[in-house]
Structures are given as C-alpha cells and as structure tokens.
C-alpha cells in the first residue's frame, strides 16, 4: 500500500501539472470505487484544478472548493497520460477504475490491479467527510517530539501497531513501519510505553524525509520501484542486512508479513508467529 513517502512523491508530481488545468471529462470504469454521491461526480466538470496534496496515505486533488480523494489500498495507483489515451473506457474490466480527462489533453487514471476491490475514491467538500480522515490523527511528519511521546505513553501495544495506527498517528504502513523500526534498532514486538519516543520520532522523521527526496521528482510509474530499492528490510526475507549482514526475517500471518532483522533489532531472537497473533489483538 502506497505510503507517506509514495503518497508526497504522487501528490508533488499532479500539483505541478494539473494545477490550472480544467477537469474536460470522467467516466467511472469500476463502479464500487467512488464512495460518495454528493456532490455527484459531475459536479467536478468544467472546474478548475487548484492543487494537490498529500491526507495521511491518501492523495487529495482540489477542484475550486471540493476534493477529490484517492485511498489507494494495497494495489491501487494512479497512471499519468501527458496525452489521453483514444481507445474507450471499458466498465468493470481490467485494473482502470476512473479515468479524468483534463481541458489540456492530459489526464490520469485512478487504477487498482487484482481482483479485490479495496481501493476508493471520494468527492467531498471537507475532508472531514471522509471517515478515514476524520478519524485519523496528526500526519506523521507534523506530529511533535512530546505529543508523539504522549501518545506512546498511553499504551502497551507493540510499537509496531502504534506507528501503523491512522488515528493515532497518519501517513506509516507496513512497510515504513518495518524500516523506521530497524533504523531505530527496535523490536516490532517492543511495548510503545517502554520505547526511547524522542529517539525513534527522530528516526521516524529521517527515514520518511529521507523516503519523500529521494520519490518526490520522479514520475507515478517509477515511485512504486524506487520505494522498493530504498526498503532496507520490509520485503527483504532472506537478504543480508544491510548494517549487520544478519539474513532479514520475516513473521508471516493469512494476508501480510512483517520484516526485521534479528541481528540489529532482537538482540539474535527469532520472533514467533504465536506472538504475532497476540499483536494483531
Ligand atoms: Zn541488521
């Protein structure tokens, strides 16, 4: 699932070439993706784009007074088309959920790749509409050193859980989860209340500034593969790590993993699937 670093890179790149632009055409190939029904999705025609920007994990394109958002889940991204493609939208078939044409020629795709539908998309006029968003907590990178403190201290659940958790803190999935982790040298097991939190909000805030300058400039088509080659441990089972040379592990569950290195952060334990399932509680 596009995170922080991928979501920043995303919305950097549309800020630059749709803002001015007008929204000319949409067609809606997947019908379940848009979550919302007023405004309609008309409502956007004829409007100028004002900007985009970056909700958490979601991608928000302003048209003059309402919002688009994109929630990507784990297999949704957006395709950019300096030109629009000719060929017509087929509904329901294949990955393209919604198409925007803008005034200029250009235009870009909403697409989920798969076949569970978990993507979506909302027309709203506050943010706050959205319940995703209304229920999550500061971003990640404005967060402070003492609210972050704060919020760590008011629970035992795994620290892994807590910087994956959008209410208490918005923009960290699994996979920075993993690398803010193993920068900071930390259990993914570690109970938040026991955790050094000024240390770890400085690695948190490294690793995702560091994440977004190396993504921000590039193209939608080449985020996606250069996350992948910042990832140090999350998605790395089997590999070296990289400071230790310790072989990265893996705790496997029915829909995702996690990664660590046991070398850098468990002091050489393996942690176990049952403890794992007590995470997830
Ligand atoms: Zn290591």
Redesign the pocket.
Known sequence: MPELPEIEALAAFLRERITGDAIAGMQLAELSLLKTVDPPLEALLGLELTGASRAGKALVIEADGLSLVCRFARAGWLAWHAQMPAAPVRMGRGPLGLRVALASGAGFDVREAGTRKNASVALVRQLAEVPALAQAGPDALALSSADFAAALAGTRSRIKTVLEDQRVLAGIGNAWSDEIL?RAGLSPFAPADGVDAESLHAVMRAVLTQACEALVGLPPDKIKAAKKRLLRVHGRTGSP?P????QVAEVAFAERSLQY?S???TGGRKLSDRRMDRLLR
């Open positions: 193993h790590c400071v230790c040379g310790t290195c070398g850098c952060q």
